[in-house]
T-cell receptor
Framework: NAGVTQTPKFQVLKTGQSMTLQCAQDMNHNSMYWYRQDPGMGLRLIYYSASEGTTDKGEVPNGYNVSRLNKREFSLRLESAAPSQTSVYFC???????????FGSGTRLTVV | AQSVTQLDSHVSVSEGTPVLLRCNYSSSYSPSLFWYVQHPNKGLQLLLKYTSAATLVKGINGFEAEFKKSETSFHLTKPSAHMSDAAEYFCVVSGQRGFKTIFGAGTRLFVKA
């Protein structure tokens, strides 16, 4: 009963540190997404990958990079963390047709 | 361009009474529309979706939504609220092929005993 798995679940970083958030899905979905969730702002798209080997910017890509390692895995990297990146990060995957997404359980990141 | 507006940031109902969560959208082409639910400290779960088939869409846990093109609305309803429905609900409009999906700011539903 997997679906979309995110690691870690919690992380505290100091300003300027780097880290990678990992995401893996086992549903054979083509597209994968990274969102951030901030109070009162819903979810905002950071980057997405329409299919293996492709990535594109979303609404708020600055300060982030992504890698679509294979069909299953899509990682999000913060090269130099800033307090403004304190947020809850969600990974999601979607099938070929527009039938909605499956979300991971989230990573709560605090940058101090 | 697309946008979605959830008209209420908070809604409070009593257990056993109807639920109405309001959503208006804007899209330059025929949209796909979704409602997701998020329980505290959890990920988002798909409740229901509209993808240009029937305008009245039934979802999980007794929720349904009606697509009204003339009003550009996609309101979520449930006849009788249950305590377990207390959560945050997101209305979502999706671009063609599902990329660059736009989320509303969310409506937090409170259910009183």
């Amino acid at each position: 009963n997997a679906g979309v798995t995110q690691t870690p679940k919690f992380q505290v970083l100091k300003t300027g540190q780097s880290m990678t958030l990992q995401c893996a899905q086992d549903m054979n979905h083509n597209s994968m997404y990274w969102y951030r969730q901030d109070p009162g702002m819903g979810l905002r798209l950071i980057y997405y990958s329409a299919s293996e080997g492709t990535t594109d910017k979303g609404e708020v890509p600055n300060g982030y990079n992504v890698s679509r390692l294979n069909k299953r895995e899509f990682s999000l990297r913060l090269e130099s963390a800033a307090p403004s990146q304190t947020s809850v990060y969600f990974c999601a995957s979607g099938g070929l047709l527009n039938y909605g997404y499956t979300f991971g359980s989230g990573t709560r990141l605090t940058v101090v | 361009a697309q946008s979605v507006t959830q008209l209420d940031s908070h809604v409070s109902v009593s257990e056993g009474t109807p639920v109405l969560l309001r959503c208006n959208y804007s899209s330059s082409y025929s949209p796909s529309l979704f409602w997701y639910v998020q329980h505290p400290n959890k990920g988002l779960q798909l409740l229901l979706k509209y993808t240009s088939a029937a305008t009245l869409v039934k979802g999980i846990n007794g929720f349904e939504a009606e697509f009204k093109k003339s009003e550009t609305s996609f309101h979520l309803t449930k006849p009788s609220a249950h305590m377990s429905d207390a959560a945050e609900y997101f209305c979502v409009v999706s671009g063609q092929r599902g990329f660059k999906t736009i989320f509303g700011a969310g409506t937090r539903l409170f259910v009183k005993a």
